[in-house]
């Protein structure tokens, strides 16, 4: 990792009491985000992402581990000394404050000149768009703009840092996506290193410069949207981010044989697993060309999505295959159900998994 | 309307009346003890007693303060209430904070006592207050009693300041801290607003206990006199009409305290 990073953990691991019982939420998790950047805490639920966030804020404290923030072990710094501010996913704005007193809220707690805080609290509430809406009560407002208030009241102290723990799972479909792109603008314009909890893979890929993939406790990959999508470090990854095929087997000679066809592993031997994404794979009737993967099969099923068709299609020893082929030439499915079928994909679009 | 309407209709007209005659009998039901009293503060008696009607004045009005010992009873009355209000306020909140909030040992048996005391008959807990007192060798007066009245009214802060704090979402503690707020500042600026209602309806409820209570007073007053002791004491003799009048008053703060209470929960809504 080059430079400093602005924040940084350390084999962290977080151990709960409940009831006798010890629960790891987090079990051993070493990562390090750079200043600046949009990064994503991406996994199911349960996983561990807001224990993990919440232990960058402060709210918790490591049961092993180190947390650095800016290079200073934060460990026994509350969270009223650490220099990053967190947006909750239920918003915990103020009930009894107005949306400027709620914004203002840290910079009062600075002891900061009111000329200043009239200054800062009314540029925030012109980048969130709610200039007009400063002596409403949150619950004068809609969700969306609810969001938009806890966005600004943590980013008016310009924090080094800024912790989002699923800002965006109160609002329905539409808003999202606005405020998807919304928050992207928001953390270019001001600059500062965003933490993004979520558990929707289609927003951590859209919105981060980086990806933390979690799963039970620990950190299964960690890099950029395109390489956890194109080259997942695990079943898990290849599983959770979007569709995928999974084909397991023992290759001899850079070949996988299976379903009646050959898998190209190039430089593999041994035990393999193969991820293959469904939109890579052509189907057809035709035997396809040797340097080409390729598999026979039975269509299972066929389901018609709009812009593109999804086949299931059985290979001989039972495992399914999904294939996503775009309605580019006319309306017709290239093949029906129970028609027997070549899938074949280019050799590099099958990734070993782990590689 | 015409007189033809369905019978259903009839029947729910006639529910409506009843209804309504139900609910003025409960009012007046409620109400008359209070209209006598301010009633007959205006009586123009002539005996010792007051019990039947001579005519109207406002000479009790003028001569409010002229029973020396009524006046002081009602003074401590108020300085008790107060005082015991204050420190029953203070003290049931932060334990209904601490039992709303946190787990610790000997939680369950808190949350037993609290309950036990509000159904703990006031005769029992007068004597056995008594007792303790005589055992310890305290000197009874004023303290005794506010510590008496603290003990009964606690219980009602409590319940109604842990029924505020357990719906309180617990993240908004947490964002204040998360903006820079310290502790203290936390509690003072999220904490105590949102428990506000609760702590408020308790020390209400406090105040109301104390300044009319008999039965636990009347064991650990030693030679204190207060407001309902001093009349109790006069119902042989005769109750004076100045008591009618300061009943009138105090009630008369009570409806003016209620009402400014309900418009602003109006104002707030
Ligand atoms: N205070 C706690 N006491 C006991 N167990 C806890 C506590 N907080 C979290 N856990 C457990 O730790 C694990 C991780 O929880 P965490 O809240 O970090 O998950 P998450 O990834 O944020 O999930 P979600 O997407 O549902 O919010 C879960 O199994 C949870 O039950
Ligand atoms: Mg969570």
């Known amino acids: ?355 | 309307m015409s007189g033809e309407r369905p019978v259903g209709t009839r029947r729910a007209r006639a529910g409506d009346r009843l209804l309504h005659l139900y609910t003025w009998l409960i009012i007046i039901w409620l109400s008359s003890p209070i209209a006598v009293m301010i009633m007959f503060g205006f009586n123009d008696k002539q005996s010792k007693s007051n019990t039947t009607w001579q005519g109207f004045t406002l000479r009790w009005y003028a001569e409010l303060f002229e029973l020396s010992d009524l006046t002081t009873a009602l003074l401590n009355s108020l300085v008790i209430a107060l005082v015991s209000t204050a420190l029953t306020v203070v003290v049931g909140t932060m334990l209904g904070l601490a039992l709303g909030r946190h787990r610790f040992r000997g939680k369950s048996v808190t949350n037993f006592l609290i309950f036990a005391a509000i159904s703990t008959p006031e005769l029992v807990m007068g004597a056995s207050l008594l007792s303790l007192f005589v055992s310890g060798n305290v000197p009874r007066g004023a303290v005794t009693i506010v510590v008496a009245h603290v003990l009964f009214s606690l219980s009602f802060v409590v319940v109604t300041v842990r029924a505020r704090i357990v719906t309180l979402d617990p993240s908004l503690e947490e964002a204040a801290r998360d903006l820079g707020a310290t502790a203290w500042g936390t509690f003072r600026q999220v904490t105590l607003p949102a428990i506000m209602p609760g702590v408020l309806a308790g020390g209400m409820l406090a105040f109301a206990l104390s300044i009319d209570d008999y039965v636990v007073t009347s064991f650990v007053n030693g030679s204190t006199v207060t407001f309902p002791l001093w009349i109790v004491g006069a119902v042989k003799t005769g109750v004076p009409a100045q008591v009618n009048v300061m009943g009138t008053l105090i009630f008369g703060v009570g409806v003016l305290i209620a009402v400014g209470n309900a418009v602003a929960a109006r104002r707030r809504a």
């Open chain 1, 1 to 355: 990792m080059t430079g400093l990073s602005a924040i940084e953990l350390e084999d962290v691991v977080k151990e709960y009491h409940s009831h006798g019982e010890v629960v790891q939420a987090v079990r051993g998790v070493t990562l390090g985000i750079e200043e600046g950047e949009f990064f994503s805490l991406l996994g199911p639920s349960g996983c561990g992402k807001t224990t993990t966030m919440r232990m960058i804020a402060g709210f918790e404290a490591p049961t092993k581990g180190v947390v650095r923030l800016h290079g200073q072990d934060v460990t026994g710094v509350p969270p009223n000394k650490r220099d990053i501010n967190m947006v909750f996913q239920s918003y915990a704005l103020f009930p009894h404050l107005s949306v400027w007193d709620n914004v203002a809220f840290g910079l009062r707690q600075r002891r900061t000149p009111k000329e200043e805080i009239d200054r800062r609290v009314g540029e925030m509430l012109e980048i969130v768009d709610l200039a007009e809406r400063g002596r409403r009560m949150p619950r004068q407002l809609s969700g969306g703009q609810q969001q938009r208030v806890a966005l600004a009241r943590a980013l008016v102290n310009r924090p080094r840092a800024l912790l989002l723990d699923e800002p965006l799972g109160a609002l329905d479909l539409k808003l999202r996506q606005a405020m998807q792109i919304e928050l992207k603008r928001i953390q270019r314009e001001v600059g500062i290193t965003f933490v993004y909890v979520t558990h929707d893979q289609g927003e951590a890929l859209t919105m981060s410069d980086r990806i933390a993939v979690m799963n039970d406790g620990v950190v299964e990959q960690l890099a950029g949207p395109r390489e956890i999508y194109e080259r997942p470090a695990s079943a898990f990854v290849a599983g959770f981010i979007g569709t995928s095929n999974l084909l397991s087997g023992s290759a001899t000679g850079g070949e996988l044989a299976i379903g009646g066809g050959r898998v190209l592993v190039p430089g593999h031997d041994g035990d393999v697993t193969v991820t293959v994404r469904p939109e890579k794979i052509t189907i057809g009737t035709d035997e396809p060309a040797r340097d080409c993967s390729a598999v026979r099969g039975t269509v299972a099923e066929v389901v018609y999505l709009g812009t593109y068709n999804s086949y299931a299609v059985s290979l001989a020893d039972g495992a399914e295959i999904t294939v996503f082929q775009q309605n580019v030439h006319d309306a017709t499915a290239t093949a029906e159900r129970g028609d027997s079928v070549w899938l074949s994909w280019r050799a590099q679009h099958s990734y070993v998994i782990g590689s």
